[in-house]
């Protein structure tokens, strides 16, 4: 038997439905773990265990009396900081925030709550959610189970790192860039960015992007984010960017195992650590050998990313300018308040070739994906760097200044932030193997409302040996009676 605090949500359903677990027992020993780990980490900015406690009773009776209502009923689950909940602090990170209260749930926590959900807290993220460290938090830094000196990625590092070291079952991010993925990749856990518009942004805080910003889980299995994505996913009427999903879709029945990958090839390869690369080409290997066809696909487009950047920032401008004019003091991250400044200068004619350029990289990924059900590559281009790093060698040996400009991005989310402009699903899972000693991820990008498939895909992949450790530090040290 293992410890409860790290079982997946599929293995836990099936017992709390039968009543052969109390959805109490299963949060007072998470609630103990995050006694225990939590001061180490710093994962959360609210926990309410008494909350917490409570709504599992409440869950218990019921289940008692009616039964449970789904997979979810009971399960104890973590909400990223930019996502309102009712009458609990919803800070977005910044430290100018940390009285602010939300009187209404995000639509995301209304639907975890209508599946039984129980909510423990606020998970820590990266100020306004515009960085890849969460290194400079009101409550410190958060820290990587792993290896508490490297940073859990961002801008979604507390909701990865709390479900890697088994403080929740499950968490809930936001991806604008990669602030799912590349957490998930750090931590060694799943996150998963479903397609644009299948989960409701009601209830995120800006600043925010209406174009390239997705809700998803964070889970420590495949099958633990197809039980929440279920749960969470649907059309909204209060969120302008919801959908509906397509009568026909490219999802076959769940189950499938036949599968045309395409094995990407960019000029961002030169970043890539060599040992990731080889994870990349063992996933593509065992892949073929069950049977999928595997090709390699080139998608020369992405090596304009770079040049995407004008497009992104004028959003946020309404929300976030007035504070970077007050001063230095406004922002913990003085980073954030120089983009906010220099995006000032950026011209409507280069918003527009910006936007051009994206276009461009959205109808090269879309004509590729029509001749393949998902593609492979990494998620990022190195594993978790150091707290406070200043530089990091990336995979051709350059050394790669993170104080610059587009520094940190060239490691955190060069390799998922074209698939937000694209809108296309996409998910990072544990590759089989760690490197220098920590997780890395498997990127796999599916087909437009192919969620179902790509979730078969990652499935396939998890089978054949990826998938979560637990964190060996002391931190987040797991001892199985």
């Known amino acids: 038997m293992t410890d409860l605090a790290i079982e997946s949500i599929a293995d836990l359903a099936p017992r709390i439905a039968d009543r052969a677990l109390s959805p109490v027992e299963l949060v007072r020993a998470i609630l103990d773990r995050i006694d225990a780990l939590e001061p180490g980490l710093a994962t959360y900015v609210t926990v309410d265990g008494e909350a917490a ?3 599992a009773r409440d869950a218990e009776v019921e289940i008692g009396r009616t039964g449970a209502r789904g997979p979810l009923h009971g399960i104890p689950v973590a909400i990223k900081d930019n996502l309102a909940v009712a009458g609990w602090p919803t800070t977005n990170g910044s430290p100018r925030m940390t009285g602010h209260v939300t009187a209404f749930d995000a639509a995301v926590v209304e639907r975890l709550r209508a599946a039984g959900a129980v909510i423990l807290g606020k998970s820590a993220m990266h ?6 460290t969460c290194s400079r938090q009101p409550g410190g830094p958060v820290r990587n189970p792993w290896d508490p000196d490297r940073v859990p990625g961002g801008s979604s590092g507390g909701s990865a790192a709390a479900v890697a070291a088994g403080l929740a079952s499950a968490a809930i991010g936001t991806d604008g860039m990669g602030s799912i993925r590349t957490p998930a990749a750090y931590c060694g856990v ?3 960015k479903p397609t644009y518009g299948l989960v409701s942004r009601y209830g995120e805080l800006p600043p925010t992007s209406s174009w390239t910003d997705h809700v998803g889980p964070i889970t420590r299995t495949v099958a633990d984010a197809r039980l929440v994505l279920a749960a969470i996913a649907g059309p909204d009427p209060r969120d302008p960017t919801s959908r509906t999903r397509p009568t026909s879709t490219p999802d076959d029945p769940t189950g499938r195992t036949s599968f045309r990958v395409g094995i990407v090839r960019s000029p961002l390869d030169r970043d890539i650590h060599p040992a990731i690369r080889a994870e990349v080409d063992r996933v593509a290997a065992r892949l073929a050998a069950r049977g999928a066809t595997v090709v390699p696909v080139e998608l020369p487009s992405l090596g304009r990313m770079p040049l995407v950047g004008p497009a992104l920032g004028t959003e946020a401008q ?6 970077a004019l007050e001063g230095p003091g406004s922002f913990a991250n003085q980073d954030i308040r120089y983009r906010v400044l220099a995006a000032e200068f950026i011209r409507s004619a ?3 070739r910006a936007r051009h350029v994206a276009m461009a990289i959205r109808a090269e990924v879309l004509r590729v994906l029509e001749g393949v059900d998902a593609l492979l590559l990494p998620t990022t281009t190195t594993p978790a760097f150091r707290i406070g790093a200043s530089e990091v060698v990336v995979g051709d040996g350059e050394l790669v200044d993170l104080t610059r400009p587009g520094g940190q991005a060239r490691l955190t989310t060069r390799l ?11 998910i990072s899972l544990p590759a089989l193997s760690l490197v220098d000693g920590l997780p890395v991820g498997i990127q796999l990008v599916g087909r437009r409302w192919g969620d179902e498939a790509l979730l078969d895909v990652a499935a396939l992949v998890e089978a054949d040996g990826a998938g979560y450790r637990p964190p060996p530090s002391e931190t987040a040290q797991v001892d199985a009676p």
């Open 53 to 55: 406690i409570a709504a």
């Open 416 to 426: 998922t932030h074209p698939f937000n402009i694209v809108g296309v699903p996409a």
């Open 318 to 323: 309404d929300v976030l300018l007035p504070l």
């Open 190 to 192: 799943v996150g998963l």
């Open 350 to 352: 280069d918003v527009r």
């Open 127 to 132: 100020e306004w959610a515009m960085g890849g």
